[in-house]
């Protein structure tokens, strides 16, 4: 049953004319175009990911909204296992300490490599903060951080 309902749904896939797809009925199977799902997967590659989720606010304006700040304090900021050596790579990231003390929307700014990066987000999500205050109201701040050698 499973097996019919797919092969219906590639079939209906093919015809639409998706580039790089297409597919027979009678076999029911899905051939791919090489190049043209490479071209897919590199354009993919190129789009900007997180650009319009940041926007920069300018301390001045903020200042006269919140005359008395506190920034965040960290509560719980377990280390994650990384293993540099003195010429290795440094991760940075990015997040936000929500007005609940957790960290929401990590952001790797600048990569160590994949396994690294992972491990760096894996930790930081488990990282608990006293939130900012802004006149004396828990509210969200942005944190960067740096991970290299000590």
């Known amino acids: 049953m499973i097996t019919k309902t797919l092969a219906a749904c590639v079939v209906i896939i093919g015809v639409t004319g998706i580039p790089g797809w297409s597919a027979t009925s009678s076999q029911s199977r899905v051939r791919l175009d090489q190049p043209a799902l490479a071209e897919m997967e590199d354009q993919l590659r190129h789009l900007p990911v997180h650009l319009s989720e940041f926007s920069p606010v300018s301390e001045p304006l903020a200042l006269p909204r919140c005359g008395n700040v ?20 440094r991760v940075r990231v990015s997040f936000i300490v929500g007005a609940d003390g957790r960290v929401h929307s990590p952001f790797i700014l600048d990569s160590g490599g ?6 760096v987000l894996r930790a930081v999500g488990r990282w608990r903060y006293r939130p900012a205050l802004c006149n004396g109201v828990p509210t969200d ?3 960067r951080i740096q991970f290299g050698i000590r």
Do not use: C, I
């Open 70 to 89: 506190r920034p965040p304090e960290a509560l719980v900021t377990p280390d994650p296992m990384l293993q540099f050596d003195e010429e290795g790579p």
């Open 141 to 143: 701040s942005e944190a």
């Open 114 to 119: 994949t396994r690294e990066d992972q491990m």
